[in-house]
């Protein structure tokens, strides 16, 4: 298929005006062109069907669905010059094609066949940027423009084009006008809402168009399929094609000596390739690439050549090893080792033409035909030479033979050319997967129909008979020697043969049931979609015998149009080996396939769309990957089935928080691991609403529990894990499964070996050193396990109707007769009614773990039931009784007011800083404070337990505390696999957690900053290692292999080659899914990847490039999508980490961990001075001695300065691109380093803006002039030395706007001067980097400051308006001298305006922004003060108001002359709502609209109605919109209440929307 698709271009909204019209049609010979369209011998004889198609496009717009046979450009060429000679104004013919090979294919093939002036457009010859006046001439100077339809699209969007000056529009591959292809929008945005429309005609292929897509094309198109049954000749639409096989016997066995010899040879010569490998490993960067081309080679030509020995016999198997030789021989090596390898490669070849030539018996110069006989050749080439052999004598009997693989090809047609009996034959081959990637091939296409109807060529091998374009109009024989792939392949193979008395034949082996079968499988799902009511394939049963006597079993195909396309494919039959040549053939039985099965088959897709991998690089943003997540090995434990106890290793967690009197209790964290020490030691701040509480974790030693303890630690841990984050019941009436308590069933699966501790109460008493467990609160907590095991209540299921099931039992534990005031009668025990608070309990029905507030005065069972959802239930009593089936004993005793804390959050992140309330629009208008939710329960359905709250309080910390710490360990654990043991080295587990943590984790740290250090780094080391290892080599060799190094490709590799991706943390710690061991999950996320280990393998079908995948979402095996940069960026900033904790030696241990084999030997730097200090040098009279002052270092390597100061032009043996490559990571390393240590607090974003202003050429440029540096570049080049001048000028020059935006670059001479003295520098000093630094930092002073930072003009616009709200329109041109652009900015009711002019559309840009800033400027509105103040779009919109006198706003002059902006339609899907409006407010610079949203709780569900769709909900969002319309004020509108807050942001714009409708503000498009 054609490979290169025109881009897509950006929508531009310039208005232009009409175009000229076209010639008079007396211009275009206008009478020839109807006489030769009316004469009949214009068409060729075998052409009337394509006549019918002209002469029905000429009258109405119709698809033509043309076959192979079929000439589309016989028709193209009658209707085109129909049309150009017709009396109308409208002069313009288009022709679209989908790709640009196609284009220059047409616009080729329609210059050769019509007098009209044609051209061709496509986005390379720069029709992007053509103005209006650009698209008049070309519209004046032709007839007819050929291209893509993208360029028509943004022609028509941007007005140069008006489709009213079309008068046929002519689309090519018509089938993709779908989905968003340009073809489906051209039609949609333009012809159908025009009002003088083209003629269309579409052209397509057959088996591409699917039955169901029919009435969705002829709709867009606004055309009809070709029904060829409307006029005479029907039966001339599809020629007869004679179907048959050519059944061959299997290939008997070749020679099991031959093939133990080829393989014997295969793997002496792979060896010895491997072995050159081994000597030269490490000589050369790409080394390993190129080691696996040739043995890629080597295994290629090793099966190419058994294919042909298997399949063509043993001369073909000759001939294709001396193809092979002939390739091999044509590819050039410079380097002596890949000489050698490509010379390993010549001797394997001629070693096999060797060994086969000793098995043949014959000369091969001699006749061939003789070597069938003698078994050289394979059953199956001999019968193809049989066929062939038949088409002697016949005149210009063209055939197409279709093979599977290119060396077929090649051999035969090899074989054919040398055979001087086949000399009738005149050969060409086709490869058809690779015919439109260049130039001489596509012109080789254009050809082929003329080569055949010349008869210069008649016999055609391809390997690829679904290529589109590709026309062999006289082919009156299809081979298919071997047998098609895909449905498409083989309908394709069938069209090609669909001319008078053409065959089409299959070759087919003898006795092999998987080929027929695949045979039989293409021929049923071939489903023939020439027109909607397409003919059907009638049998004709009657066999067709060839001309060398075998019987050819197949179908006759007529069309009969009274019979549906399902009835046609169940009309297909299948075929039955005949019995071999010798052998009398039996009458042929035939084989009809259920009819219900092909109908459904009919409607299948002729070729299914196969998901394809990934096409972005290794490391690439674009590219998303599925990896796993690495187990921390410190959390695994085997002691589960331990017998006699166990022992463990204690960690004590300790809690304080900042107010005063709250308590928390401490815990112990068991497991069989030791934790590193700066693990198993260290503090944490958990941030709670309005508190902060801090953690620390401390050893406490080993500690032993019995059997028994293990058992009711266990039972501890699974009672509150579950009963405060989890379910303590499970099953129920609506999942049909019994209702049971969870410690009463088997929960060995809920602990896994893996994951196996226990988080157990310590007592309060302890010392900080110590960690005793609170065994009474453990026991208490065994006691009511027991209490609940033995509850009647268990038994109770919902009830749905007013039944009581409760039993005596129950009655029995809640006694009636207890009337003591003081007491309130819990489940399990009575408590005084003066000493409830801070009780604990669990609710007996629900398993809910509660702390006590207080009684509820004046209230009871009896009292009214509290349900803003529901008033199905008058009391508490009844609630109970009809929901549960309870019967109160104690329905007088007052209700308890509880505290519930059964969802885990995330206590990790600061989330109060993010709440910052905003100014709200209106005076009144308050956002809610969230109320605090307390349930109210009887008391009788509480069970006391005897456990401080400060138990419970502590628990509620525990999810977010054991994150943190197995984040740690895992970080730890990587620090091990690592293990750089050098002396004086430590490198904290905190640093490596901070190096494997991505943006996207919501964590207060991140890699950011230390990639960008361990980027520097990695350049640096990378660079010298290059420059002292290689030093014969120039500045572009040492860059690509530096870059090979450095590449995130190349780091990809490298990090998963060690699994580092397991260790990468960036997703958000989601609390609610994290489970201690033995707790029952509430939010499980099954694993839909398809792979049963925690590990994914690195495959293509786990890469995607699809934008909507979240990122970090992880299943319950752990599997989550990553982008494949972070795996880059973990690797470097691993590095950056290593090198902050110890230096260069340790980041150099981290790279070789990688595989990074950059290694310095200091003897290099010794050998690299002692080169230079052996040059020939004698200077000048001070000529260095200035320089040296200037930088005062004085070299003791004196040409090494030299070398630095000499430029290229100078044309001496030397020159400092060598050491400026050097010196350009030197500068970056020292720079980064310098901002990484200096600016601690400065984040991630402004630290990279920090280096970009720093390290760059032009910052260097303006150091050379600022310290008189270059005036020593010894340089000889005019041009150069008028650069440097104008620069010099330049500085003399402030822009008028005041802004630093040079109005010329800095020549690159300059900044490479300074980066080459820095390299030199460097080399000098011995890679003393702090010698360096303390050289340069002087001559780069000052260095840019986080407050001086001064962003790019048009990114400091773009983040401002994005922070205020605002939208802004651009629009530049460039007339190829200079460029012009012009910046829209939206202010409230005033449109600001900035121009710029410059050499490039980038700097014009900036200019424009530059002076947009200087206008906000003047109005108080820049990024800092926005920043520092948190101003709102709103505030500045009201405060900028009363001072601006601009001209009024394309919007005010719409409502002048009272044009309604048009809205919509409006997407109803989630997130559409506001996506409609955003684009609205986008192209009206309309301000970015606020929300304001309120939340209301409930203890009992909310009920949402979305359309037909019914949700439930406990929160309910009802959000305001307000959106200030310039000229009209501020509009505010609250939408509905909804389940969650972006649904009800999208319920509001939908309110506001329509408000504005009736306001007659905007029109919604339905």
Excluded at 359 to 382: M, T
Excluded at 601 to 614: I, L, M, P, R, T
Excluded at 1274 to 1299: H, W
């Amino acid at each position: 298929m054609h490979s290169s698709l025109e881009p897509e271009k950006m929508e531009e909204n310039s208005q232009q005006g009409s175009n000229s019209l076209k010639r008079k049609s007396s211009e275009i010979d206008g009478d020839q062109i109807l006489a030769s369209v009316s004469s009949p011998t214009m068409v060729e004889s075998n052409g009337s069907y394509e006549l019918k198609v002209y002469e029905v496009a000429k009258n109405r717009n119709i698809i033509a669905v043309l076959g192979t046979g079929i000439d589309k450009s016989v028709i193209t060429k009658m209707l085109i010059k129909a049309m150009g000679c017709s009396d109308t104004d409208k002069r313009l013919i288009i022709f679209l094609a989908p790709t640009v090979n196609i284009v220059k294919q047409q616009c080729c093939e329609i210059r050769a066949q019509v007098n009209l002036k044609v051209e061709e457009y496509f986005g390379a010859k720069g029709v992007d940027k053509w103005t209006s006046q650009r698209w008049d001439e070309e519209v004046s100077k032709h007839d007819i423009l050929v291209m893509t339809p993208q360029i028509l699209l943004d022609a028509l969007r941007s007005a140069f084009l008006k489709l009213e000056m079309v008068c046929l529009l002519i689309l090519d591959e018509c089938h993709r006008t779908t989905g968003n292809h340009p073809y489906a929008k051209l039609m949609k945005e333009f012809y159908h809402e025009s009002t003088n429309k083209p003629k269309i005609f579409g052209l397509t292929a057959s088996a591409v168009v699917r039955k169901g897509q029919v009435s969705e094309l002829e709709r867009l198109m606004d055309s009809k399929i070709f029904n060829s049954e409307e006029g005479k000749g029907v039966e001339k639409f599809a020629k007869a094609v004679k179907e048959g096989p050519i059944f061959y016997d299997p290939s008997p066995f070749r020679s099991l000596e031959l093939k133990e010899k080829l393989e014997t040879s295969h793997l002496k010569f792979d060896t010895s390739l491997r072995r050159l490998q081994e000597l030269e490993k490490g000589s050369f960067l790409n080394i390993d690439n190129k080691f696996e081309t040739y043995q890629k080679r080597l295994s290629i030509d090793y099966k190419e050549i058994l294919h042909c020995l298997d399949n063509l016999g043993l001369i073909c198997a000759h001939l294709a090893a001396e193809v092979c030789l002939e390739k091999i021989s044509d590819t050039k090596e410079e380097s002596e080792t890949y000489k050698e390898w490509s010379m390993v490669c010549k001797e394997f070849l001629e070693d096999i033409l060797s060994t086969i030539g000793v098995y043949l018996q014959q000369d091969l110069q001699q006749n061939r035909l003789s070597a069938v006989n003698s078994g050289h050749v394979s059953p199956k080439l001999k019968e193809l030479f049989h066929l062939l052999d038949s088409f002697r004598g016949e005149k210009q009997k063209q055939c197409l033979i279709l093979v599977e693989r290119i060396i077929t090809a090649e051999v035969i047609e090899r074989f054919v050319k040398k055979e001087a009996s086949l000399s009738y034959l005149n050969v060409l081959y086709l490869v058809g997967n690779n015919l439109s990637t260049n130039a001489s091939a596509q012109k080789t296409q254009i050809e082929i129909p003329n080569l055949f109807h010349e008869g210069k060529v008649n016999l055609l091998f391809i390997t690829d008979a679904v290529e589109e374009g590709f026309q062999v109009p006289n082919c009156s024989c299809m081979v298919c020697f071997d047998l098609p792939k895909t449905v498409c392949s083989y309908s394709q193979s069938q069209e090609h043969a669909k001319q008078s008395n053409s065959k089409s034949i299959m070759f087919l082996e003898r006795g092999n049931p998987k080929q027929r079968d695949h045979l039989y499988d293409l021929m049923r799902r071939e489903v023939p979609i020439r027109d909607p009511e397409a003919p059907n394939l009638k049998s004709c049963p009657p066999p067709v015998t060839n001309a060398h006597g075998v019987k050819e079993i197949g179908t006759m195909v007529i069309p009969d149009s009274n019979i549906t396309v399902s009835e046609e494919a169940a009309s297909t039959q299948t075929m039955i080996d005949p019995p071999s040549r010798n052998e009398q053939l039996p009458p042929c039985k035939k084989l009809r396939l259920d009819n219900n099965l092909l109908q459904s088959n009919a409607k299948e897709k002729v070729a299914s769309s196969k998901s394809k991998s990934s096409s972005s690089a290794a490391g690439s943003k674009k590219r998303k990957e599925l990896h796993g997540t690495t187990c921390a090995n410190a959390l695994s434990g085997t002691w589960g089935e331990n017998i006699d106890g166990a022992i463990f290793q204690a960690y004590k967690f300790d809690f304080c928080c900042n107010i005063s009197g709250e308590v928390y209790s401490s815990f112990s964290l068991l497991l069989e691991s030791t934790l590193a020490e700066d693990v198993g030691n260290v503090e944490m701040d958990l941030y709670l609403v309005r508190k902060l509480v801090k953690a620390s974790v401390s050893p406490c030693g080993q500690i032993r529990l019995s059997q028994e303890e293990l058992v009711k630690g266990k039972y501890f841990q699974q009672f509150f894990f579950n009963g405060m984050f989890g379910k303590l019941f499970v099953g129920s009436k609506s999942q049909g499964t019994k209702r049971e308590f969870l410690l009463q069933t088997d929960t060995s699966s809920l602990w896994h070996p893996s994951f196996m501790f226990l988080l157990l109460p310590v007592e309060t008493k302890d010392l900080a050193s110590s960690a005793t467990i609170d065994w009474s609160a453990i026991n208490s907590c065994a006691s009511i396990v027991e209490f609940l095991k033995k509850n009647s209540l268990l038994e109770l299921q919902v009830s749905d109707g007013n039944q009581c099931n409760t039993s005596s039992d129950q009655e029995v534990l809640l006694d009636d007769k207890m009337e003591e005031t003081n007491l309130i009668h819990f489940a399990n025990a009575s408590s005084d009614k003066n000493s409830l608070e801070e009780l604990v309990v669990i609710a007996i029905h629900t398993g809910r773990i509660y702390s006590i507030v207080e009684a509820v005065r004046d209230s009871s069972a009896l009292s009214p039931f509290e349900c803003d959802a529901s008033s199905e239930y008058a009391t508490y009593a009844e609630y109970f009784n009809k929901k549960y089936g309870i019967v109160l004993a104690h329905p007088n005793q007052p209700l308890m007011k509880l505290k519930q804390s059964h969802h885990a959050h995330n206590l990790l992140v600061d989330f109060n800083e993010e709440m910052v309330v905003k100014a709200e629009p209106k005076a009144g208008n308050v956002r809610k404070k969230k109320p605090n939710i307390h349930a109210h329960l009887p008391p009788e359905l509480l069970a006391r337990i005897d456990v401080p709250r400060a138990v419970l309080k502590s628990i509620y910390l525990l999810p977010s505390v054991m994150h943190r710490l197995e984040s740690l360990m895992l970080a730890s654990q990587l620090r091990e696999e690592i293990d750089c043991s050098i002396d004086n080295f430590s490198i904290s587990s905190t640093s490596i957690l901070e190096a494997v943590t991505t943006l996207t984790c919501p964590e207060a740290f991140s890699m950011e900053r230390l990639e960008l250090l361990g980027d520097s780094v990695l350049k640096y080391v990378a660079s010298c290692y290059l420059f002292l290892k290689y030093p014969d080599k120039d500045e572009g060799q040492l860059s690509r292999q530096r870059q090979s190094i450095i590449s995130n490709s190349n780091l990809h590799r490298l990090a998963t080659n060690r699994k580092l991706q397991g260790y990468i943390r960036n997703g958000a710690f989601e609390p609610r899914r994290w489970t201690a061991p033995g707790q029952f999950s509430l939010f499980p996320v099954p694993c839909k990847c398809g792979i049963d280990t925690r590990e994914v393998p690195l495959d293509p079908k786990f890469f995607t490039e699809n934008m909507t995948i979240k990122i970090g979402k992880s299943c319950d095996m752990g599997h989550r999508w990553t982008v494949s940069k972070s795996v880059s960026d973990c690797a470097e900033a691993l590095i950056g980490a290593y090198y902050v904790s110890g230096g260069l030696t340790a980041s150099l241990h981290m790279m070789k961990w990688l595989g990074v084999n950059v290694d310095f030997d200091p003897n290099l730097v010794v050998e690299a001075i002692s080169r230079v200090s052996l040059r020939c040098y004698i200077p000048k009279d001070d000529e260095l001695t200035e320089l040296e002052r200037k930088i005062q270092h004085e070299f003791s390597a004196k040409f090494l300065l030299k070398e630095a100061i000499t430029h290229s032009s100078v044309h001496e043996s030397y020159s400092y691109e060598r050491l400026e490559f050097l010196g350009d990571s030197v500068l970056d390393f020292l720079i980064t380093r310098h901002l990484f240590n200096t600016y601690e607090q400065t984040g991630p974003g402004e630290m990279t803006d920090l280096r970009s202003a720093c390290v760059n050429n032009e910052n260097f440029a303006q150091v050379a002039v600022k310290n008189n540096l270059h005036i020593h570049l010894q340089r000889c080049a005019t041009v150069l030395e008028n650069q440097i001048n104008e620069y010099l000028m330049s500085f003399q020059k402030p822009d008028e706007t005041g802004r630093s935006i040079p109005s010329i670059q800095g020549p690159k001479a300059l900044g490479d001067v300074v980066e080459s003295i820095a390299g030199a520098l460097l080399i000098d000093t011995r890679l003393d980097l702090d010698q360096v630094w303390r050289v340069f930092e002087p001559l780069l002073s000052p260095l840019v400051t986080p407050d001086k930072l001064q962003l790019p003009p048009y990114r400091e616009l773009n983040e401002l308006c994005d922070s205020l709200g605002y939208f802004f329109r651009e629009k530049c041109s460039n007339d190829g001298v200079k460029a012009q652009a012009t910046i829209h900015l939206q202010l409230g009711d005033v449109l600001l305006t900035g121009d710029g002019s410059e050499q490039t559309n980038k700097l014009a840009l900036g200019k424009a922004a530059s002076h947009l800033l200087t206008q906000l400027e003047k109005r108080n509105i820049s990024r800092k003060i926005s920043i520092g103040d948190n101003q709102s779009s709103m505030d500045v919109n009201l405060a900028c108001n009363h001072s601006d006198r601009e001209t009024p706003t394309s919007d005010s002059i719409e409502i002048q002359s009272i044009v309604i902006p048009v809205i919509g339609p409006i997407n109803t899907k989630k997130g559409g709502p506001r996506g409609t409006l955003h684009e609205f407010c986008k192209k009206h610079l309309w301000p970015t609209p606020t929300f304001d949203t309120s939340e209301e709780k409930s203890r009992t569900p909310f009920e949402f109605t979305d359309g037909d769709e019914k949700r439930t909900s406990f929160s309910s969002f009802t959000s305001t919109i307000t959106l200030r319309i310039p000229n009209r004020g501020a509009v505010m509108y609250a939408g509905e209440a909804r389940p969650d807050k972006k649904s009800s942001f999208d319920s509001a714009v939908v309110e506001l929307l329509y408000e504005l409708e009736r306001r007659k503000i905007v029109t919604i498009q339905k």
